[in-house]
């Protein structure tokens, strides 16, 4: 069953990382790829410079920053004179156990994850998911791109 499982795994890593098709194939059904080259691949990661991991810098956020709220998600912000937008997550026992509590976190990173692009740049954001909202991915993000948005909005009315 691991095997299977392994071989699984690397059969969707191969045909991600071979993901385009060869131009000059003969037949239109040709299964045959190559790989895609390293200046055009995205990449769609999470390192640890874009994550709010000081106590220091998350409670200068929180007190400091700007609140903004909508049905989701609870959004401070905090101009951090960086190149890059950060993010920081505090989710509360109010929504269950741990295993409920990681899921959310885990939609939230990938909701900025996947929308850091179109982000701001240069804020350092603490995220609070509200209670009892709809918290699926696709409203996550849309949340999270508003909220931001509204937030350089006022950091540069303030300014």
Known sequence: MAAAAASGLSKLWKTSMMAARRPDSASPDSNEVRPVPPERRVRFRFPRRLRIVHKTDFDRVMKQGTRVVDGTIMLWGLSNGRPDTRLGLAVGRRHGGAVQRNRIK???????????ADLPPGFDLACVPQTGADLRLPQLMESLRRLAARLAKLASRDQ
């Open 106 to 116: 885990r939609l939230l990173r990938e909701a900025f994850r996947l929308s850091h």
